[in-house]
């Protein structure tokens, strides 16, 4: 059996399909390029028979990144396995990922179906996408978690003789517990003669809607499986898929009893979770492992005191393998271009000379309001500039609020170039400031949920809003940030009307 992990990363397709946190083609380019710097092996580029935009990233990123496999999902279509093999004609290498229901839930709910009849529609779609004449065939057998073992070898054992060389067994609903999952894995090893003799390799897939995505991954792993599919920080549907850095980590520090190889740069994991955050306006949960920003954070005297003594005493881990660094340079007004750059490429963005003259204006602002810069400002001000284009924008806005007064707002609006302003009291500063942008932009809206978040701490700081408007049955998501509570929910407000579907 092989000693080498293959890290499948899926964070542009299944972790993109978090509402809210869809990306551009852009910012998915960026995404990619940052996976390549990584070491991922194989980038799940999208879905390209699901919309125009997936297709488009697909092409885009093949065009993009030159070392990892780029893969693109298919149902078990025709038409699907044709748009992905155009969308990924300008690949390297190429990967299909054709697939379909195996569980008996979903053989009788969504095929109405027989066990016979998807056996022949699974070798139908996986021939077919052989004939396609890609580098790779990927066969998902999807809730193969639900699935029952010796009907899913049957399956496996069909794909494999059909073509695939890489079988996902995909926990879809995030239920199987570790010792199942991986004596699932087990016994597809045991009885399928393709896996036995390495005609093909298991692959992991794990949701983590109980919280076991992890574990489950490393207990396929353990049981023979030698990819892993993940996401960057866990993102994907629902409670999210396997972390990358999860199980990157895990391998690291456990190699003396789980010796493979993986092409992981673990340096750059944190730069890659923090670009990533920024660009799908995601937060990372505070105690996530290896990421959250307490993930190595002492704060009780005792522990503080071991790890002053020595490192080791409560430290599993090296910050810096996961590219955290200690001179975590603190920018202030004062800082230039170059340290602004530095510490951009630290975060794992590139920007070309005029991008940087913007950040830097932007962060100049910032910086006069907010003495000290951290990570989560510079990404957020890097965030603002790649999202940028935008069809209504705020030039200014100002608000009366307080205890005892009637909340006023006067606001100016650039609506594709021309100048509006308006005014309206509200019974809040957010309640005015909308009132006064519906007198401008005329459109039936309505403000579903928001969050505010404060970034890091002090009454210094600048707060993200994360906001939902309704707009002709459809629900936008739209995020903003200012050290102007008000100004940031406004920007969020604007920011979902900038994504309204033409009218
Ligand atoms: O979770 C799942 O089953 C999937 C498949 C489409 C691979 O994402
Ligand atoms: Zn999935």
């Known amino acids: 059996m092989s000693d080498r992990l293959i890290f499948f990363d899926t964070t542009l397709r299944d972790g993109e399909q978090v509402p809210g946190c869809q990306l551009n083609t852009i910012e998915k380019i960026e995404v990619a390029r940052q996976l390549e710097q990584l070491g991922v092996d194989v980038i799940e580029a999208g879905f390209p028979a699901s919309s125009p935009g997936d297709f488009n990233s697909v092409v885009e990123i093949s065009k993009a990144v030159t070392w990892p496999v780029i893969c693109a999902l298919t149902r078990a279509v025709e038409s699907d396995i044709d748009a992905a093999a155009q969308a990924l004609q300008y690949a390297r290498y190429k990967r299909i990922h054709t697939g379909i229901g195996t569980s008996d839930e979903h053989i009788r709910y969504k095929f109405n179906s027989t066990r016979e009849e998807i056996i022949e529609r699974a070798v139908a779609a996986v021939k077919y996408a052989v004939s396609k004449k890609v580098d790779e065939v990927e066969f998902y057998a999807e809730d193969a978690g639900r699935t029952d073992n010796e009907y899913l070898a049957r399956v496996v054992d069909a794909a494999v003789k059909a073509g695939a060389t890489i079988i996902n067994i995909p926990d879809t609903t995030g239920y199987c517990l570790p010792d199942e999952y991986g004596a699932k894995i087990r016994y597809l090893m045991e009885h399928v003669d393709g896996l036995a003799n390495g005609k093909a390799i298991l692959s992991t897939h794990c949701h983590n809607d109980l919280g076991m995505a992890t574990a489950n991954t490393m207990s396929g792993v353990l049981n023979g499986a030698r990819q892993v599919e993940v996401t960057v920080n866990g993102v994907g549907e629902r409670a999210g898929n396997t972390s990358l850095e999860e199980i990157a980590m895990i391998i690291k520090c456990h190699h003396a009893t789980i010796p493979l190889d993986f092409n992981i ?114 990404l957020m001000l890097a965030g603002a500039d790649t999202a940028a284009i935008k069809h209504v924008k705020l030039d200014s806005l100002q608000v009366t609020t307080g205890k005892g007064v009637t909340p006023i707002a006067a606001i100016r609006l650039n609506v594709a170039g021309e100048e509006f302003e308006a005014a309206s009291t509200g019974n809040g500063p957010l309640d005015a400031s909308i009132k006064a942008l519906k007198q401008i932009i005329h459109r039936k809206m309505t403000l579903k949920e928001m969050t505010i978040q404060a970034l890091s701490k002090g009454s210094d700081d600048v707060c993200k809003v994360h906001m939902q408007v309704e707009n002709d049955g459809h629900l936008y998501y739209g995020f903003g940030s200012d050290t102007d509570i008000v100004t940031a929910s406004v920007e969020a407000y604007i920011d979902c009307i900038n994504k309204f579907k033409p009218q």
């Open 265 to 378: 740069k673990t340096t750059r994991i944190y730069p890659t979770s923090r670009m990533v955050s920024s660009l799908m306006s995601m937060p990372v949960q505070f105690n996530k492992a290896i990421v959250g920003r307490n993930a190595f954070a002492h704060s009780s005297g005792i522990h503080q005191d071991g790890v002053l003594k020595n490192s080791q005493t409560y430290e599993i881990m090296d910050p810096k393998d996961v590219g955290l660094d200690d001179n975590n340079i603190v920018m202030t007004a004062r800082s230039g271009r170059a340290a602004l750059k530095h510490r951009l490429v630290s975060l794992g963005i590139k920007v070309d000379p005029k991008q940087l003259d913007r950040i830097y204006e932007a962060f100049l602002k910032l910086a006069d309001k907010k003495k000290e810069l951290n990570d989560d400002d510079i």
